[in-house]
């Protein structure tokens, strides 16, 4: 079965499914299993569904950083290939980014105006700052011995915040700020479409939205969310949390040839599917773009699992942050202890869940 993990919390804990690890035919230490999901949401060494190569939804909900090349440029920057590939690309670059594109160029306000002049470093949808925060190492909770457990409130969190406030400023043009709905929306400044009329240095999307950019006047290329600081070991990404995982319910008769059928899925996936599915992503204009392949590969490789979307661990939680990254009122502090009980509860039901009871 592939179901979404967000759906599958009900079904694990009434003993639906096997534990995949059990399932020897499954090669689960293979580049064809995606560990870095699969490893944070096993429990108590139990992973009952596992991301891989058969189904692609999750490679098409990766959320990435796409970059107008014009614009690039005409700004006389260079591309930030290399820097990814160099583990230098951090907020402190991005910020730098921001700062050289955005320009009111006349305009009286920074605010959307359909027939404006402004142009801004980074286009964005307010409800998506978690990316970022995802992008610095912070996750609300933790898989430590095989258990979750709560990792809120620490130093490198407060000056995560801190940074991401000092880089998601308005009155500058550094940043855009579309409000939730129709990312398309055309005279309310759908954050798309300000990127795809070339008013926006960077834009964020899912791989998937690519392919309403075949028809942009400029090429693109693709980046990671940028790491906290170079001390950071590795990029993180995320995707869409109803992306499936692979299941074997517990009415299978035969669990390992089951299991069989899944690893050769995804093995076969991996390595004939995937590849064509990354070019043809990011294909401009009937042209290969292999630096921004590379990148989603790199970006694959850093895969994790959204607790907070997949487990209802910490949503209003990181609602709130972003509200404080974009309002500044230094409430951060506050916002943790009011959510602190409320996230470890939510924890205590995932783990009761996982356990059967």
């Not at 040839?257 to 690893?263: R, T, V």
């Amino acid at each position: 079965m592939y179901i979404p993990l967000s759906a599958s919390s009900s079904m694990i804990s009434e003993n639906m499914f096997y534990n995949l690890r059990e399932i020897d035919t499954i090669q689960l230490s293979e580049p064809w299993w995606y560990s870095t999901f699969n490893d944070p949401i096993t429990i108590n060494d139990a992973l009952y569904g596992a991301m891989g190569g058969a189904h692609i939804m999750v490679q098409d909900g990766i959320r990435v950083l796409a970059f107008n090349y014009r614009m690039m440029e005409n700004l006389d920057l260079e591309k930030p290939y290399d820097m990814v590939r160099e583990g230098k690309w951090t907020l402190d670059k991005f910020n730098e980014y921001l700062a050289a594109a955005g320009n009111l160029n006349g305009d009286a306000s920074p605010a959307w105006n359909n027939n404006g002049k402004a142009v801004y470093g980074y286009s964005h949808n307010q409800t998506n700052l978690q990316n970022f925060f995802h992008g610095c190492g912070e996750f609300i909770v933790e898989n430590k011995g095989g258990t979750l457990v709560y990792s809120n409130g620490s130093d490198h969190m407060y000056k995560v915040i801190d940074k991401l406030s000092e880089i998601f400023t308005t009155a500058d043009c550094k940043t855009y700020s579309g409000m939730p709905g129709d990312d398309m929306d055309i005279e309310g400044g759908g954050y798309l479409y300000v990127f795809k009329t070339g008013r926006a240095l960077f834009g964020q999307a899912e791989v998937c939205k690519f392919q309403g950019f075949r028809d942009l006047p400029f090429d693109f290329g693709v980046v990671p969310f940028p790491k906290y600081d170079e001390s950071q070991e590795n990029y993180s990404a995320n995707s869409y949390p109803s992306a499936p995982a692979a299941f074997i319910p517990v009415t299978s008769q035969d669990p390992k040839h089951a299991g069989l059928i899944l690893d050769a899925m995804a093995y076969e996936g991996e390595r004939t599917v995937l590849p064509i599915f990354r070019e043809l992503s990011v294909e401009q204009k009937g042209l290969r773009n292999d630096d921004s392949i590379e990148m989603l590969e790199i970006i694959s490789d850093n895969l994790i699992p959204l607790y907070s979307i997949i487990y209802n661990i910490g949503t209003d939680f990181l609602d709130s942050i972003s509200n404080e990254v974009w309002d500044k009122k230094g409430a951060a502090a506050s916002i943790v202890a009011k959510n602190e009980d409320k996230i470890k509860k939510q924890i205590d039901k995932v783990l009761t869940a996982w356990a059967g009871e």
